[in-house]
């Protein structure tokens, strides 16, 4: 008996060059597996986790970032993450975490340094799974990176970002997804999504956003690779090492 998950392969396209690209995985969830996920996102675990997913507290902190979020565990492990409030199912991690891997295999360990073994397999560490709402006004409208080059903070051991798309382009406007494919300086331009579409990328180097929404609802899922410990110094990102 074939496995729906494991025979379905999503199309795949590098775009951009460098530290500032990231690869388009067209269909990374077939329609049904869609359908699945979007089912456990209106779940009452996962309804009951969001929260405001405001930057800073105070006046001006819906100016750089408007949405709400859950976080959420992969099934059978905890993270020391105090607010994951709920657990993911293990085949969205399997299809997030291929992705996450396949990404790494295509920009290289240089600008996305997971890290190798002895045999050349990468080593990674995951991070709880982050469920975002985007309603009418929300975005992420600041330009920013997932982890920052030479801090100290957990989240600057993120070495690589998937952001997957969970609604139909018909159920909300607005809400692009932006890059800047020049570095922080970079034009601004905007990856097509549509539901079950994801995007794989350096989660230190590429700058990105969400625009503002202007109405119904974008549902997304953006999941995180660390590395596991001191991220490799001098990788030449070869990207033709072996995979498991």
Known sequence: MVNSARAHRPICKRVGRGSSSYVHFEALLSPAQVERARTFAASPPVQQALSDAELFDGPGASRDRRSRVAWLDRAGHESDRETAFATYPAWLHNRLRDCARDTHRRLGDKWCPVGRDSRGQWTPRYEPMQYAEYGPGGHYGSWHTDAELGDADPE?????????????????????????????????????????????????????????????????????????????????????????
Do not use: M
């Open 156 to 244: 600057d051991a993120r070495c690589v970002t998937v952001v997957l798309l969970l609604s139909d382009v018909a159920d909300y406007s607005g809400g692009h997804f932006e890059v800047k494919l020049g570095g922080e300086r970079g034009k601004a331009s905007r990856v097509g999504l549509r539901a079950g579409d994801a995007v794989g990328f350096p989660a230190r180097r590429l700058w990105h956003r969400v625009t503002k929404c202007n109405s119904g609802l974008r549902q997304s899922i953006v999941f995180w690779v660390r590395h596991n410990g001191k991220p490799p110094e001098g990788d030449d990102g070869d990207e033709d090492a072996a995979e498991p």
